[in-house]
């Protein structure tokens, strides 16, 4: 039995392919702990799996810390330069706690410490990436918030592409000073770029979806697996919200499913009344995930931003459910592109609609665009006859619901828990 420590920070999607890993290591012996921020430590333990808080303590659910989180253009610079890279020796302090009597360490892209901390101490650690994003191919550039652009230079091959991240190097390098200069207080080797090839262990990356999403670049790490996604479900609706869904699907066909998951959903702005319009326009049942979001319509009740539309009782509105089986239940799946939704959205096999605020929700939406899966719209000039229109061309395309349905197949086929898992074993010996 061995003692694995899995660090993460961000959203829940963020959380939810850890403790589906951890779930799984469980299953097969092991103690899982969940080293998070400290808002996490209920949805760790109630998963049944040991729990450590590292800082930073980010507040998830103030407004302006999303706002400035999600901005399109400077919210992946605002994450990491001041939500995460100030508290970088706090962070390592708590890992180092959580560490103790740990075989081995697995981190997240946004968890510097834990490199730091596996080559000073020597505890084996492993890399995992959640976004295809994060490996920036020069054979598979990806569409990078603020400079989607960069993705149409595939055509001209990775030599130029590879020029281009070596300027995008050199432009970000500042950022990583400070994560340079701790590194040299321990003693370690500051020459590695650590939002580049620094953040990748020798031992072993895990690339944490399915590599038919996105296929293995000859410039992705060494010793690099492409596991699958690991599916983690939780219900935070409670008991209402699940009898009004399972009624609302039981009485009709299926319905058009609107869902930013945990991210976009704080910063929808008119994103669900536009839903809400399109879905009457044309005469379709939908499901509005609404959470906690401000400006999800007429359908909104007094507390819970959960109820059914009055004028027609086809559109229904909850604050949360379990993803698998909505997803399951849909006819177009409708969300903000964050990794671990379009997973579920993959796995669900129907055709997309993606519109992404931020992040890697870009690239997630040109590879579902360019895999011809769906199709992509921009939040920030959502209308709903474009919407309408949009959701039409989907629900008349046979031929990309043939293809989701394939690549359905496919994902329900593999199992990245397992096969991350696999990989930590291995290490271990």
């Known amino acids: 039995m061995a ?15 850890y403790l589906a890993i951890g779930r799984e290591l469980h299953r097969r012996g092991h103690i899982a702990v969940i080293a998070a921020p400290r808002v996490y430590r209920s949805a760790v333990e109630e998963a049944g799996l040991a729990f450590a808080a590292i800082r930073p303590d980010v507040d998830f659910e103030d ?14 610079e605002y994450v990491v330069r001041e939500l995460v890279i100030p508290h970088l020796r706090e962070s390592y302090s708590d890992l180092e706690a959580a560490c103790e009597g740990a075989n081995l360490l697995a981190s997240h892209s946004l968890t510097y410490a834990a490199p730091l901390f596996g080559e000073q101490s020597g505890l084996p650690w492993v890399s995992t990436v959640l976004s295809p994003m994060v490996f920036c191919s020069a054979h598979d550039p990806p569409a990078l918030p603020g400079a989607t652009w960069l993705a149409r230079l595939r055509p001209l091959g990775p030599t130029a592409v590879g020029t281009l991240w070596r300027l995008m190097k050199k432009i970000s390098w500042s950022w990583s000073e400070p994560i340079r200069d701790f590194r040299r ?45 690991p599916f983690h479900d939780a219900d935070f609706g409670g008991d209402a919200d699940a009898e009004r869904l399972g009624r609302f699907l039981a009485e009709g066909p299926a319905p ?6 945990s991210s976009a959903v704080t910063v929808a702005g008119d994103f669900y ?71 579920q959205a993959l ?47 989907l629900l008349a395309s046979e ?11 496919t994902v329900r086929a593999e199992d990245g828990s397992a096969a991350a898992c696999n990989v930590l074993e291995a290490i271990l010996g």
Request: aromatic share 6%.
């Open 347 to 393: 796995r669900a096999g129907h055709p997309q609609l993606v519109v992404p605020f931020a992040h890697d929700q870009f690239d997630s939406a040109l590879r579902v665009k360019r895999l011809r899966l769906g199709l992509t719209l921009n939040p920030h000039r959502l209308k709903p006859s474009r919407l309408a229109d949009t959701l039409t061309e």
């Open 185 to 229: 207080e321990l003693g370690l080797p500051a020459d590695a770029d650590p939002f580049w090839e620094g953040q990748f262990s020798p031992h072993a990356v895990l690339a944490l979806f399915s590599g038919h999403f996105a296929l293995p670049q000859p410039d992705w790490p060494p010793r690099t697996t492409a596991c699958g996604f």
């Open 273 to 343: 009344a536009a839903a809400t319009e399109a879905a009457r326009r044309l005469g379709q049942r939908a499901v509005l995930v609404v959470g906690d979001a401000v400006g999800a319509g007429p359908l909104a009740d007094t507390g819970t931003n959960a109820g059914t539309d009055p004028t027609t009782n086809q559109i229904l509105a909850i604050r949360s459910t379990a993803v698998s089986p909505l997803f399951d239940a849909a006819s177009i799946v409708v969300h903000a592109g964050g990794i671990g939704t379009t997973g």
């Open 256 to 261: 058009l499913v609107f869902s930013l998951g």
């Open 399 to 409: 031929d990309m619901r043939a293809r989701a349905a394939a690549m359905a197949a």
């Open 63 to 76: 407004a302006e810390t999303m706002r400035r989180a999600m901005e399109p253009r400077r919210g992946t």
């Open 3 to 17: 003692r694995i420590v899995l660090t993460t920070f961000g959203s829940y999607g963020d959380l939810y392919p």
